[in-house]
Structures are given as structure tokens and as C-alpha cells.
């Protein structure tokens, strides 16, 4: 099928140029050569005959014969030759072998040369151009598709017609001699092409081509090629007579005569809007894609940074992709993030010079009430779609979220912002603000609300997850014991979750006031740090709960466990130890009675009793590892029950495998450890204890950890530690009025226990904060008192975020003044801690005896 002449010249290698001569017709030598020709031959120095020129650039007949050098010029000697000799050459096919050329193109493959002797222009109105009335313009085109030598007939004919579409391009000569550097020829093809006839085009410089889309710097690059005198190659956009639209590549070659000066340009064009289209539409689909690359590694940086929005840098690296991003359609001179929690404050600014404070603005009672005057109180409200654009700069109505956020940010680079919502199930929870000259675009917006959603979904998910962790932790805190005190015995207990998995988990403990003085102890560990582990741990508490209280055997109350377990059919594997002490004298003695310890095991650690000696030191230690067992619920044997005495002095410690299990070493070597730590404690009450095994074996858990520690007291008992011993306590109390007396208890023994003169200032101080922890804050109070270098330091923490208020001297009332008091015997101070927060003081601690 014949190739249509629309797509032939679309064919066309115009990529490689068209090769101009300009022959000289007296003499049969090449005067000129465009870049194109040169490419074709090589530098070469004219004048030189065209035959010799045909020879450099590697030409040769269809037949693959090139004509030898030096050959006299006749009619056989080829088309350029044929055309130096004055003859008409109305298209003839050569071929080009670069192996044979001295130019450096390496172009192989037909040329379609054709022959213009410009002394025989008529019938066009004007003469040949002056000087050039003995001159030929040869052209040599390329052909796109190659045809071997010795090809048939046919597939001559058929390149043929391929070839004769170059005649459509347009040629033109110009004369730098006059002004304005008229035409002074064009062929058919100029007029086809532009649909100017010779009398409209002749005698006028071609700009007449250009119109109102026509690149400026294009034509700026064609005339500075003018006024130097070389040549240029631009496609343009270009207009024909009927004021439609082409694209022109436009080649302009200068002409110079043997005397070095320009005569004439020699141009060729050629209509490529089909191409210059085709290019367009793939830059255009080459920069959609970038644009939407872009627009993903937006949203990919987005996700990496909201992947840990727990983090306090999380926002700030939200804010900081915003304003680094140069392809999202924005042009970013500053980003903040605004929260929206109990008030709104400003969590990231990047590009705000002086930075932000730390203060927020409180959601007014009934809502943000919006408005034009107040458009982030409108987003916040809902009650204004965005993004919105406002200035830093404008006076915006006093009270409102806007004129509050203006001051926030006034040192910002740029004052014009864009603002959108992040939005959330409930409403909006945090905005996110842009500083550019001006707001995104359709595209750049529907990107923006893409981040605000990402951004606004992973808050949900952090806030979720923090509700259900505060769930968790406050059911898992309230199923352990806040009052361990039991007549005759020293208790201490302790709870720390692993670091990994913040406050939750399933270890738990228990103290179980039994009646008659007997007293139940039990420690247990559900797999998993969940919601799920908490209410398991939940349940299993309250089962042994019923059970112990009917005063049973521990091995036939686990047993009972273990039925109503398969019954319930808790998904959670657990093990435990379940304890049961009875006096051996008069219940509620003061100290220095035995006490009987009855135990089972469910597949948990053995607790370790350390026996104390008669001379305050380590008499042995044992691993109480009989009655050991499988996991609750697992398995229908019956349970057995181990008894033992301890007497005044000894301790018992119960404890989870975050006491001594590391991946570091296996559970037997952390056994090992564990009673090696116990046979050199020193004496101490119950809390020394613990704290020594804290210090040797409790750094870094790497799972929940819960201890409790058990000591017979001797008789009148007043124990002093010795010096290297840990000098840290601490406590757990409920939040009601006895643990004040129960704190300053713990005090005076500890002041004493480290040989301390400050023991009534330090019961004073420890008083009046546990007081105000019970009256003003909520949940659990904790306590710790640590010997430092400085002093004896006290701090107690509560769940009440707000800062404790000193009353004045004026200010009216009976009560509020203890901080006063606590402001005259010592240092004192706060700091937030977690959801609450800690208010410390240190006291002068000098050493009993010390004279000074």
C-alpha cells in the first residue's frame, strides 16, 4: 500500500537537516555550504568542485559507483554535478556511505538532491537575487527509509515518491543588502505552505509569519544569528495567511562570495506542527507523570513522617515536607501545624523565625463561632470550607482564632497563607497552614486536603490507640492493690510495665486479707500487652479472689481456678503462685511471730525465701520450686500444696520473669542470678529489699515486672542499713486520707534506716505533699524518697496535670498553706510526668551525730 504524502514527509529525517549548496555556475565549484552539507563532506575550503565535494561526503550513484575524482562534468557524472553545470535537477536519488566520507555525520542512506539553477526563476516577478544571477541551489534531503544499492525497480519508484514529498518544503532567499532583509524568492512549496503567493511575500522581511503566540526569545535567538552572520536553526510558531496556526522549523544559512561578504540567506522550512504536536503531547504526558510522581513522594514522605505520630517530631516533619515540596504546586515560605486538644496550640512551625510559645487558645464554650471575621475558627467550626487564604498582616478581629494565630506566627517569612482543616470523625482536628504569594491551585488543593486527610486519619489513630491504652492501664492499676499493710508483717510491692509496651501488660499481684490473720499472696503473668491481656488478668484476679476468700488450700483454690478457666474459656495463656501465710502466734502481733507459708504453682517462677541469720546477715536461700504444674487451665491433675515456716527476719520475694529473663541469657542463669543477689542483701526492711534487687537485676526490663516483697519482722526491731546499700524508696498509696500517715510512716523508718537527723522535717514535708496529691489530684499517689549528694529528696507524683497553687498571706481561708510550710523547710518544685505530675522537694540530710 502507497505510504499517504502527509505521513511520507513526517517520515522525513528533518532532525538531520537539509544540506544547501550554492554552486557557482562558470566555474562548476561548491561556493557555500551550510552546516548540514558540511556535516555531509567535512570542513572543506571553498571554492571546490562539486564533483570532488560529491566524492567527500561519501556519495554515490543507485548503482553504488561513485564517479572518480577529477571526471570531467557531463550529464552522467551525477545530480551535483549535473546541477553545477547549470542543469535543472528535478529530484534524483544518491546514496551515502559514511565510510567513504571525510565529514563527521554519520548518516547513511538515501538523499534526495535536487538542482536549482536561480538564473531561470521565471516566470516569478522578480529577477534572480543580485549576485547570484550565475548561481544554482542544490539541496540535498534526507530520506528516512533506506533503499540498498541494485535495488528493483519497484521499490525505486516507491522511495521516489517519498522523495518528491520534500519538494513541500518551503525554500526562501533573503537579501542582507537591503533593508529590512527582504525576500527576493520563494518557491511553490512557501506558498503552499504559508498560503502567501510570491507578489504578497516578496520584498517583505518574513516576521510577517509571526503572530501572537510566537516565542519571543526564539526570535531573539534568529536575530542575534543575524547580526553575527551565522547560521540558525529555530522552530517557531508561525501563522498563515488565513491566521491559522503551524509550526515552522526554520533553517537559515548565510552566503557569502569569494570575497567574504554576505549576499544572500538561503532558508528552508518545513511545516512539523504534526511532530512539534506529537512532542507536546508527550512532554505534556511526561510532565503529568512527574507532577504525579511528585505529588506521591509527597504523600509517601506524609505517610513516613504520620507512621509514628506519637512522636513530639512527627508534626514538625509533616510541616517541614510541606515546605521543602517544589512540585506540589505550592511554593511553601513557612508551615505550621495547629492542634486542636482542649485548646489549639501550635505544635510545628518551620520558617517562623523568632519560633512560637508554648501557649495555647482555649475552644470557647459553645464553639468557634466562624465567620469572615475569624476564618480558622470557621474551619475548626466547620462552618467554612477550605482551604482558606488570609494574611498575617490584616487586622482581624480581636478574640478570635485568627488574630491569636496572626501573633503566633508574625515572624514568618511570608504573610499571605493558605489554611485547611485536618479533618476527623467528631470534627476537625488540627489545621494545617501554608505561607505563599498565593493559594494553591484545583489540583494543588485536592493534593493539600489528600495530606490533611492522611495527616488528620493517623491522629485518629494515635488518639484511639491512646484511648484504648488509658483503658487498659486504668483497668489493669486498679486491679492491683493499693493498701498491702497486714498487721505483723513488712510488705512491699512493686509494678513497672516493659519499657516496650509503656503502661500495659498482663502481669498482676494481689494482697488478700483473709481473715484470722491469715493473709493470701498471689503473683500471676497473662501473655500479651493488650486490652485483652488486661481484662484476662482481670478476670483471673477476681476468680482467685472468690475462691481464696473460702479459706481453702491454695493447690484445691487453683485447682477450682483451673475448672472455672475451661469454662470461660479465656483465650489468654496465664501463670501464677498463690501463697497463703498464717500466724503462728497471736494474730496481729507487733512482730518477732513465725508465720506458716502455704503454696502452689501453675506453671510460674518459684518464689525465693531468704533465711536470715542471727547476726544480720544471709543464713541461706531457697528456691521454693516444689508444687510447680502446668498453666492455668491446662490440664485436669490435681494440685498439690508446699508448706514452710518463716521466722522473725526472714524474707519472701514473689516476682515475674521481667525480673530476671533477658534475651541476653536463658532463664536458668537469671534464676542463678536472682539467688545470688539474695544471699549477700543487706538488712533492711522490706522496701531496702526490694529496692536492692531493683538495683541489681532491674535495669532495662525487657518485660512486665512485678515483685513482691514479704518480711517477718523481729521484735522491736529498729533496722539500720549499711553504707553502700541503695538509698532510693518508693511507694505506691491509694489516693484517700490514711496514706498520709501510712507516708509518713515510710519516711521516718527510711530516715532512720540511713541514720538521718531529717526525719521530723522530712514526715512534715512527705505530709503536707501527700495532702495535697489526695486532695487535688486523682488515682494512685506515688512516692519516692532518694538520698542524693545534695540532700534527702522527696517526690510524689499524681495524675492531676494542673500546677500546685501557693496561697498568698491575704487570700482567705483556713487551709492552703501547706506549701508555705514545705517552701520553708526545703527546695522545692514541679514538673509534668506523663498525664500528671511530680512535685519534689530536697531537705537538707545530714548524718545522725554529725555536729554540724
Known sequence: MQEPPARALSRLAHEAGVAVLLVDLTTGAVLHANRAATALAGPQSLPLAAQEWARRAGLSTPSGHPAPSGQALSSAAGPVARSALGEPVAGELVHRDPRRSAGPSRLAGPLWVTGLPLGALEPLPLAAPPGLEDTALVLLVPVAAPVPAGAASGGLHELRERALVATGLAFTISDPSQEDLPLVWVNPAFTATTGYPPEQAL???????????????????????????????????????????????LSLSPVFDAGGRLVSYVGVQADVTPRVLVQQERMAALAAEREARSRLALLADVADAVAELDSPSALREVAEVLVASRDSGWRAQWSAVLLVDGGVRVVAAVGVEDGVSRSSFPVPRGGFPGGEHDPLGGLLAGTTAGPVAASLRERWAPGTLTRWVAGELGAARQDAFTAIAVPGRRGALALLLLGADAPPGEDAAALLGEVARRVGLSLENVRLYAREHALAETLQRSMLPEHLAVPGLDLWSYYAPSAEHAQVGGDWYDVLPLGGGAVGLVVGDVVGHDVEAAASMGQLRSVVRAYAFEQEEPGTVVMRVDQLVNGMRISRSASMVYGRLRPLGPPGGAGGSAWELDWTRAGHLPPVLVRAGGDGRVAGVQLLDERGGTLVGVGDRPRSTASVVLGPGDVLVLYTDGLVERRSRPLAAGLERLREVCAVLAPSDAAGVGEQLLAALGDDPEDDLAVVVVRVPRAGELVQEPEGTPRQRRWQLPGDPSSIGRARRHVLTTCAAWRLQAGPEAELVVSELVANAVLHGWGPVGLRVRHTGRGLLVEVDDANPAPPQPRGGEAPGTGGYGLQVVERLAEWGWRRSGAGKTVWALLPALPAGDPS
Open 203 to 249: 520584498g517583505r522581511n518574513c516576521r510577517f509569519l509571526q503572530g501572537p503566540d510566537t516565542d519571543p526569545a526564539a526570535v531573539g535567538r534568529i536575530r542575534r544569528a543575524l547580526e553575527r552572520e551565522e547560521g540558525v536553526v529555530e522552530t517557531l510558531l508561525n501563522y498563515r495567511a488565513d491566521g491559522t496556526a503551524f509550526w515552522n522549523e
